[in-house]
């Protein structure tokens, strides 16, 4: 008998287990590719934090010595034209990746969720303008951009961020106002102004959170591709200033001399399409977990 | 009806624009309730049942305006009060439940903060006062085992557990007045009984008026003191209930209590009121119901029939309304008329 009651503690502990994170979670590892990617953003991470520490020479320390040896026991990764141990090259770039590719998101996701829940909330004039201002950053081409702000505010890592940040809110503002536009008239708004709510407190607690699905999927979908521009920068040589190694540079440079010194253009650039991937893995998983009757 | 009224609306109009033009909603209508009265207000989707008692809050949407009249409310005329002055009624004052429970909760919140948040947004009580309140309010609606429940969220309830939380949620406040708009049209029949039986336990208890909102004739007739009909933005009869049964007088009137069955209506045939609810993209300058009318003469389409007294308490806006009281007094079967001219 006292074995199949439950007490009333026990109920509400199973209920709890199948809250909506619980069940989102459950969905997404069915995912076995969204799974791989979660590990691989976890390394990436991680690798970030410690990198510095890991790296058997600082990012700065050649040896002419030993300049261009290909992957051994010594120089797992090889070395470069002026003697850097590339291993060492490439755990010092996780941190700068880490900061432009996450800055740069936030810094376009709280620019866009700002304009984005204004223009959806207000309507009217606001909408026009905000929605307008979408557009233009929509036609202009916004690695182009980026590029004329890096150059105007220089080339440190905050300017970087700044520079792909400010020009990628378009989509972010765009994604939170059609959804607010969904939810202004709807029920459950009513219901709120029925009771009193006011404008921001609709806004705040029945709006916001209602959003945050999506919002997650967008900033997982926006990280990887600030990724992209932050290495596409380095190809036109306004990426993080050297002696600072970074992905991009690496991989720009070792462009130049594939035939003779492949090994410089394969680690570097494999590390980083694996980031990349994994990003956008997540990016799917989340997708199919949170929004499961939308996207693939 | 001595008593001062609750909520005395007058002449009230209401417009919404869209690209093509104007429709007018609400064409001068009047209602009042009475402290601890039940009305029912009852009408085809399109009537402006709705509208008329949203727009009194100020929850039209935002192509909805008010173009006239006064809703006087604990001394106040709702409709000039500022925004925020408003809101301050909302909830507090007035509270409100909408038909469909699925999606008017935030699905995000635990029901219990739902709860409490009607009560702290009003800084009705403190926090652990408005804990200890929705732990009785729960109870109060027929939420067993509350403590737990507080946890739980939207998507863990039946769709009448639901509205029992959109209920606790309206009279969190202990409002003067309820507005039930459609309460019951998304639940199932046996859970409807339950819902209205609710309401009605609650209304006794604090002696709060409600204004029920619903095209259901059914609905109506059980639970309301007073049930107006509308029609085309207007008030077509108004009526306390026993008048109501036993002495329809506009043609609208019956048509909708023959296209449903009653209790003892075995054998009856169901009749539809002929055409389709026009869209008033001008105010009716003469009977809206003429063309749909069995009962339609020449005047009928010329000249506007004024809401005026058939008895004490019982109004009808028909220019034939002691014809059609006849002929329904005289047993004639009145729907049968309907549809044979109809047809």
């Known amino acids: 008998m006292a074995a199949i009651t439950l007490s009333p503690r026990a109920a509400v502990s199973a209920q709890r287990r199948s809250s909506q994170a619980a069940l989102a979670w459950r969905r997404y590892k069915r995912n076995k590719l969204a799974v ?3 590990g691989g953003v976890a390394v990436f991470l991680v690798v970030g934090l410690i990198g510095p520490w890991v790296a058997p020479q600082g990012y700065q320390q050649s040896n002419f010595l030993y300049a261009n040896q290909p992957p051994s026991l010594r120089f797992p990764f090889g070395t470069d034209g002026l003697g850097h141990d590339m291993l060492s090259q490439v755990l010092w770039s996780f941190r700068n990746a880490i900061e432009i590719s996450f800055g740069a998101t936030l810094v376009s996701f709280l620019i866009g969720v700002a304009l984005g829940l204004w223009a959806g909330l207000r309507g009217g004039v606001v909408d026009m303008v905000v929605m307008r201002a979408v557009d233009f950053m929509y036609a202009l081409p916004n690695f182009f951009l980026s590029l004329i702000l890096v ?11 700044l520079a792909i940040g400010v020009v990628g809110w378009a989509g972010y503002a765009r994604l939170i106002r059609g959804l607010v536009l969904g939810m202004r ?23 916001l959170p209602n959003v945050t699905n999506s919002m997650l999927i967008a900033l997982a979908f926006g990280i990887p591709f600030d990724l992209i521009a932050m290495g596409a920068l380095s190809l036109f ?3 993080p200033r050297p002696p600072l190694p970074s992905f991009g540079n690496m991989i720009a440079q070792a462009g130049a001399n594939v035939l003779g010194y492949p090994w410089l253009l394969y680690f570097p650039a494999g590390i980083f399409a694996v980031i990349l991937l994994s990003f956008l893995f997540v990016a799917d998983g989340l997708q199919e977990a949170l929004n499961p009757r939308g996207g693939s | 009806m001595a008593a001062e009224p609750l909520l005395a609306v007058e002449g009230l109009r209401v417009c919404f624009e869209r690209a093509g033009g104007s429709i007018y909603a609400v064409n001068g209508v009047d209602f009042s309730v009475a402290p601890g009265e039940t009305l029912g207000i009852v009408g085809e989707s399109g009537s402006g049942k709705s509208v008329s008692v949203l727009s009194v809050l100020g929850l039209l949407r935002a192509n909805g305006r008010v173009t006239g009249g006064t809703a006087k409310f604990m001394g106040k005329d709702l409709l000039k ?13 007035i509270g409100m439940v909408f038909q469909d429970p699925m999606t008017s909760l935030n699905p995000t919140m635990r029901i219990g903060d739902q709860i409490m948040e009607a009560m702290l947004s009003h800084h009705y009580t403190s926090r652990k006062g408005a804990f200890e309140r929705t732990l009785q309010l729960l109870e109060e609606v027929g939420i067993p085992d509350g403590r737990a429940r507080f946890r739980n969220y939207p998507h863990e309830f039946s769709g009448g557990m639901r509205q029992r939380v959109m209920i606790a949620m309206a009279i969190a406040c202990e409002p003067q007045l309820l507005i039930a708009d459609e309460p019951t049209t998304a639940l199932d029949v046996t859970v409807q009984v339950q819902i209205l039986a609710l309401l009605q336990k609650l209304q006794q208890r604090r ?3 409600i204004i029920l909102i619903t095209h259901d004739f059914g609905v109506a007739t059980n639970v309301c003191d007073r049930i107006i009909v509308m029609y085309a933005g207007k008030v077509m009869e108004s009526a306390p209930l026993d008048d109501f049964l036993s002495r329809p007088a506009h043609p609208y009137t019956i048509g909708l209590r023959r296209s449903v069955i009653e209790v003892g209506d075995e054998g009856r045939e169901l009749a539809a009121i002929p055409g389709m609810a026009t869209v008033l993209t001008e105010p009716p ?4 119901f003429a063309s749909r009318c069995s009962f339609a ?8 029939p004024e809401l005026r007294p058939l008895g004490t308490e019982h109004f009808v806006a028909c220019h034939r309304a002691e014809e059609v009281l006849s002929a329904v007094q005289a047993r004639k079967p009145v729907g049968q008329e309907v549809v044979s001219r109809a047809g």
């Open chain 2, 207 to 209: 002696r709060m008026s």
């Open chain 2, 297 to 304: 003469e020449d005047r009928c389409s010329d000249v506007l």
């Open chain 1, 151 to 161: 150059v105007t505010l220089g080339r440190g890592i905050f300017p970087i961020l």
């Open chain 1, 185 to 207: 008239n709807g029920e459950m708004v009513e219901a709120a102004r029925a009771l009193g709510a006011t404008q921001a407190h609709i806004a705040r607690r029945y709006l």
């Open chain 2, 81 to 93: 009060l500022r925004r925020r002055q408003l809101e301050d009624v909302r909830g507090r004052d």
């Open chain 2, 285 to 288: 300058r003469c009977c809206p």
């Open chain 1, 237 to 239: 040589g306004l990426g």
């Open chain 1, 36 to 38: 791989f990617g979660a």
